[in-house]
């Protein structure tokens, strides 16, 4: 069995396990009820969405201080499945808002600044099409994603900082926090099942870039006799 | 269950983004592979 086929089986199997633990195992949330569920795959994919903005942010970084091309490849598929968390945790995020605050969004920091967050990655990879030159199309991106990462602290930090219609932190957020054990165990569980579907994304991603950059050789090659 | 239709979008729309997702990668995989044995033909055909 491949490692390709091997990683992606143990991330759909992690994630049905984390589905069915999520609805049979982790108990009913006194206020909210049923409808607290969300928080799991809510929380979780934004958990993995910023750590995939990292990795980009990290090779961004390495790109600019060695220019090895496989850095950039790396930090634009991070950046796109990063996106596609960050998509998900908009669309449940208000899902969930509805029925509890009466209302789909609000303008609060943490709403908007990852709603921000969002449209910087959106514009990384609008710039990325725009480039034709592939290392400068490399240098500018990393440069501008290095700068889009800033936003990342500014999210994390939005609930801790200010008042927000959002929730208070649940996890690493001071005295008085903090889930029910059986819960604690249950989101865990699911945030580990997101990563690792995250790094089977980032995976099959780089290979369409690796891939891409082949084409872009042999279409040089064609010119060039 | 209280809030099911909540509950019931909110799996379905995320399952979908990371589906769609997978999708378009596999699609664009398989056209960029396609266009690789192509340029490779092209090539091979010139020498």
């Not at chain 1, 889009?148 to 932190?169: E, F, K, M, N």
């Not at chain 1, 872009?216 to 090659?221: A, G, I, P, V």
């Not at chain 2, 769609?20 to 010139?46: C, H, M, N, P, W």
Request: proline share 4%; net charge positive.
């Amino acid at each position: 069995m491949s490692k390709r086929i091997l990683l992606g089986t143990v991330a759909v199997l992690l994630v049905i396990a984390s589905a069915y633990a999520n609805f049979y195992i982790a108990p009913l949330e006194r206020t909210m009820g049923a409808l607290q569920k969300i928080f799991y795959f809510h929380a979780a994919s934004a958990w993995a969405g910023m750590d995939a903005f990292f990795v980009c942010f990290i090779c961004n970084l390495l790109y600019v201080w060695k220019r090895k091309p496989s850095y950039d490849w790396v930090a634009v598929s991070a950046a796109e499945v990063g996106l596609a968390f960050t998509t998900v945790v908009l669309i449940t995020g208000p899902i969930w808002a509805k029925p509890a605050w009466g209302i789909y969004w609000t303008w609060d920091a943490r709403l908007t600044s990852t709603f921000v967050l969002w449209l910087l990655y959106v514009s990384y990879l609008l710039l990325r099409s725009l480039i034709e030159e592939p290392d400068r199309r490399a240098l500018l991106s990393s440069i501008f994603g290095i700068f889009a990462y800033l936003d990342v602290p500014l999210v994390y930090g939005s609930i801790r900082w200010w008042r927000t219609q959002h929730p208070q932190p649940v996890i690493m957020g001071g005295p008085g926090s903090g889930l029910e054990p059986t819960m604690a165990k249950v989101f865990f569980f699911s945030v580990l099942a997101m990563h690792v579907l995250m790094i089977f994304l980032i995976r099959e991603r780089y290979l369409l870039e690796q891939t891409s950059s082949e084409v872009e050789l042999l279409q040089r090659e064609a010119e060039a006799t | 269950m209280k809030n099911f239709d909540s509950i019931f979008a909110a799996y379905l729309i995320g399952w979908g983004v990371f589906f769609v997702f997978y999708l378009t990668i596999a699609k664009r995989s398989s056209d960029l592979r396609a266009e690789v044995e192509r340029l490779k033909t092209a090539l091979g055909q010139k020498k």
